[in-house]
């Protein structure tokens, strides 16, 4: 099981940069790295996924270092409706032919005036 | 296209009454999943479902059943609600596994009284 650590609450600053890491130090060969943000009464909503080095989209980028324990999310230039939960995910390797998500506590990001 | 509807999105039960939630998807999803938040925390895994007519254990399955006699429907029961059970309930589907991202639904907000 690839577990996941991330900080519990991140403050910032509309028009910053936030940069969250997370720890995977058990991740399997075949498993992609996944973030989603969830806001209060909402489901979780996909933001970016991937494998290794760099992806970029419209809301997010996804840094992975070659040895993949980690990963960062960046979101550049925060406003107050980024304020959300944050969660990094990993895939849990097949167990029987099946697949499934774990997710932790998340990172609690508030966005500041 | 729809996604992933939650029917019902709030419910008040009593102690030992049974309820059933429905869950939905028109996206031709495989994997379906049912996880339960509660305040403050991150989401928890009940059951899955890797395709029709399967169904597999989460984290947390006790007082739990789940049904997958359609590919685009996925039930869960509870038989006999207790207080602990209230808590906020979504069901999430995905292609092929985590690997491919998870579409979550509005959730279900269930109250044991």
New interface residues.
Partial sequence: LAKTTQPISMDSYEGQEVNITCSHNNIAT???I?W?QQFP??????II?GYKTKVTNEVASLFIPADRKSSTLSLPRVSLSDTA?Y?C????GTS???????????TRLAVHP | NAGVTQTPKFRVLKTGQSMTLLCAQDMNHEYMYWYRQDPGMGLRLIHYSVGEGTTAKGEVPDGYNVSRLKKQNFLLGLESAAPSQTSVYFCASSYAGPNYGYTFGSGTRLTVV
């Fill in positions: 075949n498993d992609y996944t989603y009464s909402q489901g979780p909503r996909f996924q939960v969660y995910l990993v895939g849990v029987g032919g099946y697949n499934k998500l774990i997710f932790g506590a998340g």
